[in-house]
């Protein structure tokens, strides 16, 4: 990796400990209300920083993470229940080309440079997948595996 080519990412999770809890794990209106500000700095840049619905953001990633298993070059897009207007694109995308992949996003604070080794991004986004599992899990001391399957996301279908 060059030095041209760094991510970071950091979650301020928002609200109370006690917010939610395991018997919450099938209420999805207290699931859709977790929020966390995302905050993804490309080369020492802020590019994107945005409050999202958390656990909706980690269904996202989760069920990528699930699907690259069987696809190593998967395209990542996270798109909100909460949002409706997509016809720029994800809220936030990884789009594999050659060995190569673009990180995107329709709310882009900056335009800086969003190109990365494909190994690299891939990994960067698996760890944040499971820093947020484990972020999420600590802060609210409850288990994502009861709640997955509740946690609803969005699937842009092309028409």
């Keep these: 990796m060059n030095a041209h080519t760094a991510i970071d990412f950091e979650v301020k999770i928002s609200g109370e400990p006690d917010y939610i809890s395991n018997k919450d794990n099938r209420n999805v209106s207290c699931i859709l209300s977790v929020d966390a500000i995302l905050q993804i700095q490309m080369n020492d840049e802020l590019y994107f920083e945005e409050e999202l619905a958390l656990l909706e953001f980690y269904k996202s990633l989760y069920v990528w993470k699930e699907k690259l298993k069987e696809d190593a070059r998967l395209e990542f897009h996270y798109f909100s229940i909460e949002y409706d207007n997509y ?67 969005s699937v842009m279908v092309d028409n």
Excluded at 99 to 126: E, H, T
Excluded at 128 to 142: C, G, P, T, V
Aim: no cysteine; aromatic share 14%; proline share 3%.
């Design 87 to 153: 016809e720029d694109g994800a809220i936030l995308s990884l789009i594999p080309f050659s060995n190569k992949a673009r990180v995107k996003s329709i709310w882009a604070k900056s335009s800086v440079y969003n190109v990365f080794d494909l190994d690299y991004i891939v990994n960067a986004f698996l760890a944040l997948e499971k820093k947020l599992k484990e972020d999420i899990e600590s802060y609210f001391k409850i288990d994502l595996g009861k709640f997955i399957k509740h946690i609803p996301y």
